[in-house]
């Protein structure tokens, strides 16, 4: 069965950088497209970026050009640097693989991020 492991959270202060990982095991992590959510207390799911089998990526708007998702299938391991956090980025984050792009199939325990206001 597949299983993914989300780490890197934690406590930062408005405008500083963290960097989420996600380990995945059971599978062929190559593969499988790569998306990441998040989720506040009270608020929807919402999409956060997505990196491809192949490599293509994108970004919701709210997070594009402060997040970067990227991937390294040798360590079968998926990474989104989130930089210049601001309080509204406060939510837990979870990944989540499919063979289908946009249909994910497998999801992680999720990371808190928290960023002070």
């Known amino acids: 069965q597949v299983q993914l492991v989300e780490s890197g959270g934690g406590l930062v202060q408005a405008g500083e950088s963290l960097r989420l990982s996600c380990a995945a095991s059971?599978?062929?992590?190559?593969?499988?497209?790569m998306d990441w959510y998040r989720q506040a207390p009270g608020k929807q799911r919402e999409w956060v970026a997505r990196i491809t089998s192949i490599g293509n990526t994108a970004y919701a708007d709210s997070v594009k050009g402060r997040f970067t998702t990227s991937r390294d299938n040798a360590k079968n391991t998926g990474y989104l640097q989130m930089n210049s956090l601001k309080p509204e980025d406060t939510a837990v984050y979870y990944c989540a693989l499919g063979r289908v792009i946009g249909v994910p199939s497998v999801w992680g325990q999720g990371t808190q991020v928290t960023v002070a206001s």
């Open positions: 059971g599978s062929i992590f190559s593969i499988n497209n």
